[in-house]
């Protein structure tokens, strides 16, 4: 099952992968960042690798596995 | 598990100032992606502007030059010719290539220079507030704009990339835009295309790439991207434009 990989301190919260993401896999986190920033995080279901939310995030905090 | 995308490697692996969900933070990864690509890390010369890209050669992980604001083509320009084995780009925000640098650029241009051009539209100056830019919509409020943009007074959308393509000088011209995955491709086949035409000797290529600036269209970077797809694209439609 391809998975994906979210660089929480990277991430600003932008929620562009939550917005493009045809499998619902990602949802903004209950924590914060060590900025204060609200990341998001990936849950770990039914991903097709289709990196729609790697290729949209503006800061290359995700990272996909096939 | 292989690993079937992650930061290219020439975009440094370090965090960026953009604001969240800023279209600069996409741009700088194609160019990194391109230049890995087409193997041309020790070849390329980036000229980066100013505007909330000022520091790009911070981002990029080959070599970078800084031009005076709207002056980078005279300097890609000068690189060029000193060494045309090198493949020089600029990267402009709307400010720099079509308000304080439009002289230096339509010149650039029609002296048929062969460099590459990535040209940041994203209707604002975003690094000095939110001021009214040359491609502004109208109606669009800005900080210099409040009520809007009004033709009277501060005149059309500035359609530089038609405007340039009139230039027998000029061999390439696409306009396209990151606000979605599919957009995000299409934009990098673009960026390639106008670094293989430089590789190829063909002369001046610029890419239009419509970019979101959520802090100063006063958005959340969602609905940025929504703006950018159906207002701006009225505007500024998609595609290759020579
Ligand atoms: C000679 C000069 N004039 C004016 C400025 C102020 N200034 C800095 S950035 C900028 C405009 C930036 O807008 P844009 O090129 O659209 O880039 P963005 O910040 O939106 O990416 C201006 C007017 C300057 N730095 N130098
Ligand atoms: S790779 Fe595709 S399916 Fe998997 S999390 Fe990213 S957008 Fe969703
Ligand atoms: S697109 Fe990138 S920066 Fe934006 S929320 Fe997703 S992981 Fe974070
Ligand atoms: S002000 Fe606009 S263009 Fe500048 S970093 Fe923020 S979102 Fe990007």
Request: proline share 5%; hydrophobic share 40%.
């Amino acid at each position: 099952m391809p998975k994906i990989t979210i660089d929480k301190e990277r991430c600003k919260g932008c929620q562009l992968c939550i917005l493009y993401c045809p499998k619902g896999q990602i949802r903004p986190d209950k924590n914060l960042n060590k900025k204060g920033i609200q990341p998001v995080v990936f849950l770990g279901g039914d991903c097709s690798g289709c990196k729609f939310c790697a290729i949209i995030c503006p800061d290359a905090a995700i990272e996909v596995y096939k | 598990m292989d690993k079937i995308f992650g930061r290219p490697k020439s975009l440094r692996d370090i965090p960026t100032h953009y604001c969240s969900g800023c279209g600069h933070g996409i741009a700088h990864r194609l160019i990194s992606e391109v230049v890995d690509e087409l193997d041309i890390r020790e070849r390329i010369i980036g000229v980066a502007p100013i505007g909330c890209a000022v520091i790009a050669y911070d981002y990029w992980d080959f070599d970078c030059c800084e031009a005076a604001h709207g002056r980078a083509l005279a300097v890609a320009t000068g690189i060029k010719r000193v060494r045309p084995e090198a493949i020089v780009f600029t990267y402009q925000g709307d400010g720099d290539l079509v308000a304080i640098g439009c002289a230096e650029t339509i010149h650039a241009a029609n002296r048929g220079e062969n460099l590459t051009t990535v040209f940041i539209n994203n209707a604002v100056y975003g690094m000095t507030g939110g001021q009214m830019a040359p491609t502004t919509l109208l109606n669009q409020k800005t900080a210099t704009t409040p009520f809007g943009r009004d033709a009277k007074s501060a005149g059309y959308p500035l359609k530089i990339s038609e405007l340039l393509a009139q230039l027998s000088g000029v061999y390439y011209v696409e306009r396209v835009s990151t606000d979605s995955p599919v957009k995000v491709l299409a934009a990098k086949r673009a960026i390639k295309q106008a670094f293989i035409n430089q590789i190829e000797g063909k002369g001046f290529s610029l890419v239009e790439i419509l970019s979101a600036c959520p802090t100063y269209l006063g958005m959340k970077p969602t609905a940025a991207v929504k703006w950018v797809r159906e207002e701006m694209t009225k505007e500024f439609p998609l595609g290759k434009i020579k």
